[in-house]
């Protein structure tokens, strides 16, 4: 599977932008879906997670009610939309997936090693 993440950018406080993640396979809904980040000098971490047909999201504690993680089967794209962006939210932002997660929940989809594919990832900055 190859992961294509795109849509960041330069932004300002408080401003909105989506990220999208294309998926290089017709049955992208075989797979759940993860966003992560990682700013300079720290360790990448889990942003969002989304099920197979998309019933089940987890997010970080720090994008809780600003992010919205979708998917469209489809389309083989998976979604990150991001509202009332911040400073720290600047990061090179990740898509990934994995086929086999079990049990699937808001432990499981945090775990960078639980996810076989990623993307090369999109930077967002967000300036004060």
């Known amino acids: 599977v190859q992961l294509q993440a795109s849509g960041g950018g330069l932004v300002q406080t408080g401003d909105s932008l989506r990220l999208s993640c294309a998926a290089s396979?017709?049955?992208?809904?075989?797979?759940?879906v993860g966003w992560f980040r990682q700013a300079p000098g720290k360790e990448r971490e889990f942003v969002s997670g989304i099920s197979w047909a998309g019933t089940n999201s987890y997010y970080n504690d720090s994008v809780k009610g600003r992010f919205t993680i979708s998917r469209d089967n489809v389309k083989s794209t998976a979604y990150l939309q991001m509202d009332r962006l911040k400073p720290e939210d600047t990061a090179v932002y990740y898509c990934a997936t994995a086929r086999y997660m079990q049990p699937y929940d808001g432990g499981t989809a945090s775990i960078p090693d639980k996810y076989d594919n990623w993307g090369q990832g999109t930077q967002v900055t967000v300036s004060s």
């Open positions: 396979v017709r049955t992208f809904s075989h797979y759940v």
